[in-house]
Every structure is written in C-alpha cells, then in structure tokens.
C-alpha cells in the first residue's frame, strides 16, 4: 500500500511525493508513544512518520501523572513551524484517539515556543500528539510536581 500525492502549483509542473507504508514504529500511535520522564528534554520530528488517514504526520509520547500531579509542557519549533500539540487523556488508545477531546490543544505560535500546565485529574498515562500537515523537527520537556 502506499499513497501519492500530486502537486500542481509549480507552473505547470508536477510534484510527486510517495509515502510508503512500513510496519509501525515508535511513535506511530498511542500504544508505540515513547516514554517522557520529568525533567528531560525531547526532540522528534514528525517527518519520520507516515501521514495518516487525514494527511497528518504525527508523533506520540507519553507521560505517566498521578492524581493532583502539577505538569508543565514546554515545547518548540523552528520560527514558521506548523506543528500542533494536542495533550490527550488517560484512556486514549489507537482506536478512540481521533474521536476524543483534547485536554489541551496548542497551534502553532509566530515565535516557535510554547508552553502550557495541567493538574492531572486522574492516575494514568496522557498523551502527547505532536503533528502537522507539513513535516518539521519540535523538541519539549515536561516537569512534574509531585502532590
């Protein structure tokens, strides 16, 4: 299986991307997300991964909060980027992620940085889905504060 698409805004060009699908790898979906530990920054790139179904590429990570825990994400791209953050509950699994309300959503900014803070409501594991219709490089670090 693999996908094509076609570009026709060179003028009177064509340009082909080919996307071809592989087995999963980390990162792919909630159930392959890669572990964040607090403290620790992370860089990925959603390039490494195959555009979904909609044409985003898209790279998970987890973090495991307890009830109470105060989490803050900060995170960034290069300046232009147009990557998006979307923080994902405890419960989400590769099946119901697409359908499910993000507990925080984060667009991409004019200086490339961000950040944002939750207190977890719930024991478990939240997701986060770095992903964008344009492929480009993010990096993050989570720091939690134990209740």
Same mark, same amino acid.
């Given at each position: 299986?693999?996908?094509?698409?076609?570009?026709?805004?060179?003028?009177?060009?064509?340009?082909?991307?080919?996307?071809?699908?592989? $087995?999963? @790898?980390?990162? !792919? #979906?909630?159930?392959?997300?890669?572990? +964040?530990?607090?403290?620790?920054?992370?860089?990925?790139?959603?390039?490494?991964?195959?555009?979904?179904? /909609? $044409?985003? &590429?898209?790279?998970?990570? @987890?973090?495991?909060?307890?009830?109470?825990?105060?989490?803050?994400?900060?995170?960034?791209?290069?300046?232009?980027? $147009?990557?998006? #953050?979307?923080?994902?509950?405890? $419960?989400?699994?590769?099946? /119901?992620?697409? /359908?499910?309300?993000?507990?925080? #959503?984060? !667009?991409?900014?004019? /200086?490339?940085?961000? +950040?944002?803070?939750?207190? +977890?409501?719930?024991?478990?594991? &939240?997701?986060?889905?770095?992903?964008?219709?344009?492929?480009?490089?993010?990096?993050?670090?989570?720091?939690?504060?134990?209740?």
């Amino acid at each position: 299986y693999f996908q094509v698409r076609v570009d026709q805004s060179y003028a009177g060009a064509y340009a082909i991307t080919v996307h071809v699908r592989r $087995g999963v @790898k980390a990162g !792919d #979906l909630p159930s392959t997300a890669r572990r +964040a530990a607090s403290g620790h920054s992370y860089h990925g790139d959603v390039s490494n991964h195959v555009p979904d179904g /909609n $044409g985003r &590429y898209r790279e998970f990570w @987890k973090v495991l909060l307890h009830a109470g825990d105060h989490a803050n994400v900060s995170w960034s791209q290069p300046t232009g980027g $147009g990557i998006s #953050l979307y923080l994902l509950p405890v $419960g989400t699994t590769n099946n /119901n992620w697409p /359908n499910l309300s993000p507990l925080d #959503l984060r !667009d991409p900014t004019s /200086n490339g940085h961000d +950040a944002f803070s939750l207190v +977890a409501p719930r024991t478990g594991w &939240y997701y986060l889905d770095f992903n964008a219709s344009t492929p480009g490089a993010y990096s993050f670090a989570v720091t939690v504060r134990h209740h």
